[in-house]
């Protein structure tokens, strides 16, 4: 089915410890974002990218880094994993505009000891 | 800067009662309205949208109406039902370059049988 594809879909970290979280979209879509939901503060952007080889930092983007070496793939990369990067982490993509809508992941939870 | 205000929840309601979900925005130019829904250990869905002052999106019963004159977007539904039950997200965005979706802090809807 085509959509946007993330795994893990749980992931528990020590503090300190670094990982990659993924993302696949097959809709051949140039606008893929990362977003991190915290309870009470909704979904914020962590970086994003308007197509392959370009990518900018959002509004929270400390401690994370990304490529974008394909149009396909956005993979999320944590550097020293810290307990305030326990949350869940959504990847959205969209076409052109983006005002047809996003597409989003399912979503991976994260936690950080 | 460009924000979303959401009316806090939980909002707790009986099936087949009126909804209304409040959200006011704050934008330097004319954005385009979104209303996402996130069910419960899902992503968000795209709901509904409006691109333009005096729009209506319109989706599964649920409508929003673009009010520019007082910056709203209020989400409404006029019987809703148990499996209605999930946390609404309000959303803006500028279409362009940097099309970057700017969310609400989420409303969580609790419908009872």
């Known amino acids: 089915n085509a959509g946007v594809t993330q795994t893990p879909k749980f992931q528990v970290l020590k503090t300190g410890q670094s990982m990659t979280l993924q993302c696949a979209q097959d809709?051949?879509?140039?606008?893929m974002s990362w977003y991190r939901q915290d309870p009470g503060m909704g979904l914020r952007l962590i970086h994003y990218s308007v197509g392959a080889g370009i990518t900018d930092q959002g509004e929270v983007p400390n401690g994370y880094n990304v490529s974008r070496s394909t149009t396909e793939d956005f993979p999320l990369r944590l550097l020293s994993a810290a307990p305030s990067q326990t949350s869940v982490y959504f990847c959205?993509?969209?076409?052109?505009?983006?005002?047809?809508?996003?597409?989003f992941g399912s979503g991976t939870r994260l936690t950080v000891v | 800067g460009d924000s979303v205000t959401q009316m806090e929840g939980p909002v707790t309601l009986s099936e087949e009662a009126f909804l209304t979900i409040n959200c006011t925005y704050t934008?330097?130019?004319?954005?385009?309205l979104f209303w996402y829904v996130q069910y419960p250990g899902e992503g968000l869905q795209l709901l509904l949208k409006?691109?333009?002052?005096?729009d209506k999106g319109s989706n599964k019963g649920f409508e929003a109406t673009y009010r520019k004159e007082t910056t709203s977007f209020h989400l409404e539904k006029g019987s809703v039902q148990v499996s209605d039950s999930a946390v609404y997200f309000c959303a803006l965005i500028y279409g362009g370059a940097t099309n970057k979706l700017i969310f609400g802090t989420g409303t969580l809807l609790a419908v009872q049988p």
């Open positions: 959205a993509s969209s076409y052109g505009t983006g005002l047809a809508g996003y597409t």
């Open positions: 809709m051949n879509h140039e606008y």
């Open positions: 409006a691109t333009k002052a005096d």
């Open positions: 934008a330097t130019g004319y954005p385009s």
